[in-house]
RNA sequence: GCUCGGAUGGUGGAAUUGGUAGACACGUUGGACUUAAAAUCCAAUGACCAUUGCGGUCGUGCGGGUUCAAGUCCCGCUCCGAGUACCA
């Protein structure tokens, strides 16, 4: 029987399905001991419309290998797939289409699972999760109820339930408790907050809660119509989209995410990351140790902080500058200084992001009039406002040094402002020295005199203090981040408003369902879509959700109108896992399956989520571990970025007449070649004109040249495809995209298929080479639609085979690096495989023997199982793809065909190519499944070597190999080298100085 | 600007602690089989020189260095990619 890749794979796909080879147990199904569990999860897929492309499975390949591995090693291995539902695309389509987003994404997944199910994963499809799920969301819900309900204890650095917070309140008021709260949020005494009306209460404790209502800068995305935390910005412009984003003050839902940042920060410490991911985060969450500084604003009640790094630079400040939204400028400012600050804010207001980033060297601020007070010296200090400030870092205030910082050199020289010097014996005078070694000197600073930067920084510390004005501060770049999106699909918050005041639905009348709109926009005033709801109001007495009109604002009152934003599903989805199906009504999972799997133990997925869902998932787990929920504080143990597979495009050059010369009817396109060459003389004529005479350059003088000659009649027929003179010029070819599945390994375009497939092309000329064919430019891009150089793994699976497929995306490279993909490559694999196959049988029968194995066999066989399982390990799968070929071609050449090889064979090869290796069993006599037999055990025997072939080196230079025995010693082997005549040879009878013999090594002779 | 990666044949990429650079595969060329093609098999394939054979020189982005020995370690650069960006 020949290898027929397709029944194979559909039969034991079928078969893995129907018996549930791959389900997970849970630990109580085990008689017995459990056996230990792994779990290894893939970052779930958003459904989008356009199907996977053969970069998607490349994660998923990996973690099915090594899930596979785990399997055949006994452990009861997790390997769950689901959709991450919720998401714009799918939000997009509905307003164009009118179809109900749900109905769009049940139509993706259909897709996704069927291209899924051709690779042959092997996930537990039984323990599935959908985030659009209302079974789902009612847990996204209630997750944010405990937030709600929960408040951030800093003295312990746990998050704890509120109510120990209002016992706190009662008994002390908020002036000792170390609870992280808002900055606005005022000092209150256990007689005040007994005074507190109800409502004033529920104030004061949004200012506490993990996830809070408050009035805050948001980004906001005009042209979704939404707003975006900062990981949904890039470069200022939203992430999907590229839209502009400007800022504005909105009510919004917020999580304190800034509470747990040094938690955040140090258990990275523990992880199996990548370094470079950690780093990000790093960045991210964005340390920084040093000093709240406190300054007196002369003839007003008011203070302003500062945060500084450089405490030790007090003595150098020489201005105060604030950020133009901060809030104590409209409070300061002089009247006479007053319009110019309005106007100064204004402007400043009505730049974008985008505009602000665009030119950082403009330096601009104005003066408020008001003059601050040095806390040590007690001399006046001007206070500025100035763009280069921003309101969301630190306290939005800046104690300017412009000797020790070049923002605050360049302002100061802008403006006048004296630069005083405090650094011994520098220069400052062009730019700021910003060195902090130790070194340095102060200098001019009254007792910090002579100190280093060091020793400086405590003393400052500790006199500000003192003196009431200042203490040592840690401040982070994490913000909290906002969670309110103005989107229809999303999940509802499960809060409805009494008095403007937010309140939550009880837990067991969740989850509160997404209600049906006529329309996903926005409502003509501008509130979110779930502001069309004709249903969205919460009957507090019947629990349910009644009709709009009946809102009394008594007992039926309004429902929340903003939805979660996409982060939210996917923050917790990984414990969700953890039970199984019929058991998730009750629980996120039981208590007993959250301390069996514990946490992920492999994570494979896109760096691009280094700081949104890596670091919201933390968070999350990090809060509900802290409130008794989850056993673990971190979700993912060990996580791994797959690189991005990257597509060949392919491209033909367009002819472009120019000047109104040489119009031309039908587009003309040209080959790689053509257009290469013409442009290499280009380069030296700059101008090529072809007239019915000849062709010329711009001297007019008839070129004579070998590219020229060589694509005289390829011109000549362009000339005769145009109306009149035609010049070509650096700028005449135009590549254009043409759909790689139409360009064979060759790069050969089929140029009718094209014109059939394409109608843009059908009157369109094609200039061939001389032989007839025509040759596509190539070049590496990241695979889009756009790009026409998407390659779908269904149409691999249907050429090769879905066992390729899995070996070539691992062979292609170190799974973290960018690859680009070629087809071409794929035929390597794919004969791999038949070569395989055909070492345990031929057309007609099976060629398996019980005869012992050779040595040599053994050799190789266990010369596998070492190299392949330490690659498995090291996640290194393109080389033990490679090991797999050397077996193979050994095998092959050894004519092998003995039992004892074979079987381990097929058992090592399974987890990479699954539904051959179960074929190949079943052959051999087995009936029950391959993935769970034990793992080869490597054994060391039989790689013994007595002797090795060593490199004779001369000066380093290897000229010469020996085979020589291990057992003999350096004397011996310097002897039998030296007796060599090749040695003598290369000697030419110089006797060498030094004779270098590393045994079973090298031996090098230097001389 | 800062941080983190990376640079090896025509191509994707191998190379334990420094120890035979280019494994494996693609592509290319030649050959066998075939009426022919496909498939399969065999051989060659870093560049250059030499060639009847033996062989030699250069070679892992560039310039230095350490070492008996450097793709690998150290110093200085160039280029490419990713993240981040007025962070006080």
Redesign the pocket.
Known sequence: MAYDYKAIEQKWQKQWAEEQTFKAKQPQEFEGEPKPPFYVLDMFPYPSGAGLHVGHPLGYIASDIYARYKRHSGYNVLHPQGYDSFGLPAEQYAIQTGQHPAKTTETNIKRYREQLDKIGFSFDWSREVRTSDPKYYKWTQWIFIQLFDSWYDEAEQKSKPISDLVQIFEKEGNTEVEAVCNEDSVQFSAEDWKAFSKDEKEQHLLNYRLTYLAETEVNWCPALGTVLA??E???GVSERGGHPVVRKKMKQWSMRISAFAERLLSGLDNLDW???LK??QK??I?K?V?ALVKFKIQNSKFGIS?????PDTIFGVSFV?L?PEHDLVTQITTPEQKEEVDNYIKAAAKRS?RD??A??K???GVFTGAYAEHPLTNKPIPIWIG???????????????PCG????H?FAKHFNIPIPNVFEGIDISEEAYTDKSNATKIANSDFLDGLGVLEAIPKAIEALAKIGAGEKKI?Y?LRDAVFSRQRYWGEPFPVYYVNGLPKMIDEQHLPLELPEVEKYLPTEDGAPPLGRATEWAWDTEANLVVSNDKIDHNTIFPLELNTMPGWAGSSWYLFRYMEEQNNRDQHIASDEALKYWNNVDLYIGG??H??GHLLYSRFWTKFLNDRGVLPVDEPFKKLINQGMILGESAFVYRYKASGGEGRIKNDIYTTYDFVRSIKKELSKSKNIFIRENGIFDKDNNIIDSEIINKYSSILKKIYSLGQSNMLIMERSFDPIHVDVSLVN??NQLDIEGLKSIKPEFKEAHFITEEDGKFIVGREVEKMSKSKFNVVNPDDVCEEYGADSLRLYEM????L?????W?T?????????L??LW?LYQDEDQLLVSDEPASKESLKTLHKTIKKVT??IEDF?F??S???F??CV?EL??QKCHAREILEPLAVLISPYAPHIAEELWEGLGHSESISEVPYPKFEEKYLKEDS????I?F???????MDLSLDLSKDEIEDIVMKDERTQK?LEGRTPK?M?I?PG??V?I?G
Do not use: C
Request: aromatic residues 8%; proline residues 3%.
């Open positions: 900062n990981d910005i890039v470069n990548s370094e470079s780093e990000t960045n991210w964005g920084s040093g500062a945060f500084t790094t450089r500058t950020a992001e602000r980033m030119d950082v403009s330096i601009t763009d280069y400030v921003l309101a969301s870092y630190g306290t939005g205030a800046v104690m300017a040094v910082d070049q923002r605050d360049d401040n770049r760096s691009e280094a700081t390994t060759s062979f292609l490279g170190p973290e690096q960018a690859k680009p070629n071409a490559g794929l035929s390597g694999v794919h004969n791999f038949k070569k055909k330490q690659d290194s393109n080389t793809v490679s090991t070929m050397i071609n092959t050449q090795k072939t060593y490199p080196s000066n380093g230079k290897m000229r010469f190999t290369q030094k270098i590393v090594k090298i090098n230097v």
